[in-house]
């Protein structure tokens, strides 16, 4: 992948913990998040939502109405993140959330 200024380097990988800062941001409504497509979180119930979060596209597993883990991240300069079930403990974006993070953050998905 080539960065956005036209040069061939290529962007470093996005990582867990940036797509994690977004989505903390949004729990401390520094950053404003909107659902992507038509269905509401609770009727997705059990399989993947998309969000926007100022141009970042995150897509999250619902979980029967829980926030299970993160699945992928587009930041708007093209990096990407992607899940890998091989990955340790603390690698998913969701995972980085502190308690009350990831119970606010579920209250906004719940609210979209």
């Known amino acids: 992948m080539t960065s956005?200024?036209?040069?061939?380097?290529?962007?470093?990988?996005?990582t867990a913990r940036e797509?994690?800062?977004a989505l903390r941001e949004v729990t401390f409504g520094r950053r404003t998040i909107?659902?992507?497509?038509?269905?509401?979180?609770d009727e997705v119930y059990a399989c993947?939502?998309?969000v926007d979060v100022e141009g970042?596209?995150?897509t999250l597993?619902?979980?029967c109405d829980t926030l299970d883990y993160c699945e992928k991240a587009l930041?708007?300069?093209?990096?990407?993140?992607?899940?890998?079930?091989?990955?340790?403990?603390?690698?998913?974006?969701v995972a980085l959330l502190s308690t009350?993070?990831?119970?606010?953050?579920?209250r906004m998905l719940n609210a979209l």
């Open 100 to 106: 009350w993070e990831h119970q606010t953050l579920e």
């Open 75 to 93: 930041c708007p300069d093209g990096r990407r993140w992607a899940f890998d079930p091989g990955d340790r403990y603390g690698t998913d974006p």
């Open 34 to 41: 909107s659902k992507v497509g038509g269905h509401s979180w």
């Open 19 to 21: 797509v994690c800062q």
């Open 56 to 58: 970042w596209h995150v």
């Open 61 to 63: 597993h619902n979980d």
């Open 48 to 50: 993947h939502f998309i």
């Open 4 to 14: 956005m200024t036209g040069d061939s380097a290529p962007l470093p990988e996005l």
